[in-house]
């Protein structure tokens, strides 16, 4: 269905394979590393198409994960590669890459056609230092999804989530809260989605020293707590996003925490299920205070090596234009950056937690900003799993000595 309304919106892209299709010369080639998407393809022919010749985008697709993703490309860019044109960014790498002098600057009309309409929390993971280094073409939120026939109304913060659990086991139904606890980059957004709902700070606003405040340590409290409580599967310490997926497909879990794929999911997998099964944001950790959830997605940036940067910031341009992002969103369920793409008639279909989704885009929670960001994420995965054996306070106190040798890039390595 998705393969067929990709090929109704964007159309035929060649009338002739000699004539239509025929490449530019080498020199006007714009070489994309960019993650595995479905259909990202259709979106770089149909950018060829109206480029009538200018450039030509090529896609070379990174591995799955983001480890790999990021390996490649900073081994190359490191080595003064000029192969490489545009680049997909995970939202977390930004200011890594800027530092490092590895992306150019956005600048003049290309920096003002990227801003136009695009929501600021997406446009904060794009910018370093008050400069915008990168276009942001997706975006995500975690949502909290849970059983209508269980639970009528979504729990409002984490104690009631937990107490409404703990309850319905006691009544015999299914109460398990699926949550990605194993030791990676996962568990950190849920971290931060804590501490920033909190209002809490791990790292000072320059990206240069450790704070892991108040706030920081309340969310540690509210994991410790969840980790405690009895409201998991056995296998919650060692499962990632898809895993919780599917636990909660199986029906022994009235509650879930995760991004908006699962939806298309569940209306696949157990429809049955899906019908009872509603959406909210997340739930808070401070009553009466909305919650904050971490943004994911992807920024494109273009190589500071790159040969030809005024045909790779015009081809960029195109792949995250608002026409691009709504095929996309559709067609690869990565929710738009432009606000105004979430008013299409088409969006109401595929993403009916649309306005969730842009409730939490629009006050959001956003990673520490630094060029250790990497660093940072690998030390905190460790002090945080397992949840359960947190101790609050002492985990702070080492997080602020190994978080800030993860800024000062020591005994840590990317």
């Not at 073409?137 to 059983?147: A, E, F, M």
């Not at 913060?157 to 980059?185: K, N, V």
Request: proline share 7%; hydrophobic share 40%.
């Amino acid at each position: 269905m998705r393969k067929a309304r990709a090929v109704a919106v964007l159309g035929a892209v060649c009338a002739s394979v000699l004539a239509a299709c025929a490449p530019p010369p080498d020199g006007n080639t714009v070489n994309l590393y960019y993650a595995p998407e479905e259909n990202l393809q259709a979106v770089v022919d149909r950018c060829n198409e109206q480029a009538a010749g200018r450039y030509r985008i090529v896609y070379h697709k990174l591995p799955r994960e983001a480890d790999g993703q990021r390996e490649q490309m900073v081994r190359r860019l490191a080595a003064g590669d000029g192969g490489m044109d545009v680049l997909g960014l995970d939202v977390t790498w930004t200011a890594e890459f800027a530092e490092a002098g590895w992306i150019r600057e956005w600048t003049g009309a290309a920096q003002r056609t990227a801003s136009a309409g695009t929501l600021s929390g997406p446009l904060e993971t794009a910018t370093w230092e008050g400069r915008l280094y990168a276009a942001p073409k997706n975006t995500n939120v975690q949502l909290l999804w849970y059983r209508k026939d269980l639970v009528p109304e979504p729990p409002a913060t984490w104690d009631e989530m937990i107490a409404e659990s703990q309850r319905l086991e006691r009544e015999g139904e299914p109460h398990w809260i699926s949550f990605s606890g194993a030791q990676f980059e996962g568990l950190f957004v849920h971290y931060n989605s804590l501490v920033e709902s909190a209002g809490g700070r791990i790292v000072s606003e320059d990206g240069k020293r450790a704070v892991v405040d108040a706030g920081a340590v309340r969310a540690l409290e509210v994991l410790r707590d969840f980790g405690t409580a009895g409201v998991t599967s056995a296998a919650m310490n060692n499962a990632m996003q898809d895993d919780a997926r599917r636990e909660f497909e199986s029906g022994q879990a009235a509650f879930q925490l995760n991004w908006p794929f699962v939806y298309p999911s569940l209306q696949e997998n157990t429809p049955e299920l899906a019908r009872d099964v509603g959406w909210a944001r997340l739930p808070a950790v401070v009553p009466g205070v909305p919650s904050k959830s971490t943004i994911g997605g992807y920024n494109l940036a273009v190589s500071s090596h790159s040969t030809k940067p005024d045909l790779a910031f015009e081809a960029a341009l195109c792949l995250r234009s608002p026409e691009h992002q709504l095929f996309s969103a559709i067609n690869d369920g990565v929710p738009p950056t432009v606000e105004s793409v979430y008013e299409h008639p088409s969006m109401a279909e595929e993403y009916p937690m649309k306005d969730a989704i842009l409730e939490a885009l629009k006050d959001p929670g956003v990673r520490p900003v630094t060029p250790a960001a990497q660093n940072v994420s690998t030390v905190l995965t460790n002090l945080l799993a397992p949840v359960a054996e947190i101790d609050p306070a002492a985990t702070a106190e080492r997080m602020r000595t190994e978080v800030q040798n993860a800024l000062d890039s020591k005994g840590v390595m990317p």
